[in-house]
């Protein structure tokens, strides 16, 4: 299988306080993975894709210093809301490819983000 | 430019209908990868099928089947005798075959199946 977990699965915060959302590969190694974001009733926006090592790609219009992106290690990589703000409320999710390029992004569950 | 158009927002259907989800794709590449995927309320995404562009062939899977026609850039998705546990939000998406891979996603076809 190729199984895509995430954590925390809904999270309600403060307005100024940063939230770190997991994404774990856990039956395969991912060199690649991606960060989305989905507001209601609408599409997938890419925000991000992540190489373990390497720096995140934003895509035009995301902040980065906003949105910080870690691929630590091939089954691990990490999304964090800085001074998160009720704008930044969102469904955020992770998907991960297993190795070359053209193969299949399997996704994670989502991570429902409320900021107070 | 690449470009995803799934022109169904919304369908509703009864329970043992058959229903086809249409998406049209818009690129120059010659290698591409074009995918299905659900969203069912829970929110997560499943993976359906991978075509890449070369594969023509029409696939059926159970109660799923689909039609990929280059000549008119679709990639349609049919569900015969629909059930209720299909209901669910359906995304059809085009991958390049270079760079980051990034997929590209329609707008999502909302369909609702009651008994």
């Known amino acids: 299988g190729a199984v895509v977990s995430q954590h925390p699965s809904r999270v309600i915060c403060k307005s100024g306080t940063s939230v770190k959302i997991e994404c774990r590969s856990l039956?395969?190694?991912?060199?690649?993975m991606f960060w989305y974001r989905q507001f209601p009733k609408q599409s997938l926006m890419l925000m991000a894709t992540s190489n373990e090592g390497s720096k995140a790609t934003y895509e035009q219009g995301v902040e980065k210093d906003k949105f910080l992106i870690n691929h630590a290690s091939l089954t691990l990589s990490t999304l964090t809301v800085t001074s998160a703000h009720p704008e930044d409320s969102s469904f955020y999710i992770c998907s991960a490819r297993k190795g070359n390029l053209g193969e299949t992004q399997y996704f994670g569950p989502g991570t429902r983000l409320l900021v107070l | 430019a690449q470009k995803v158009t799934q022109a169904q927002t919304e369908i509703s259907v009864v329970e043992k209908e058959d229903v086809t989800l249409d998406c049209v794709y818009e690129t120059r590449d010659t290698t591409y990868y074009l995918f299905w995927y659900k969203q069912p309320p829970s929110g997560e995404l499943v993976f359906l099928i991978r075509r890449n562009s070369f594969d023509e062939q029409n696939e059926i899977s159970g109660r799923y089947s689909w039609n990929f026609q280059k000549s008119t850039s679709s990639f349609n998705f049919t569900i015969t005798a629909s059930q209720v546990v299909d209901s669910a939000v359906y995304f059809c998406a085009l991958m390049r075959s270079g760079g980051y891979n990034k997929l590209i996603f329609g707008a999502g076809t909302r369909l609702a199946v009651h008994p």
């Open positions: 039956d395969f190694q991912a060199t690649t």
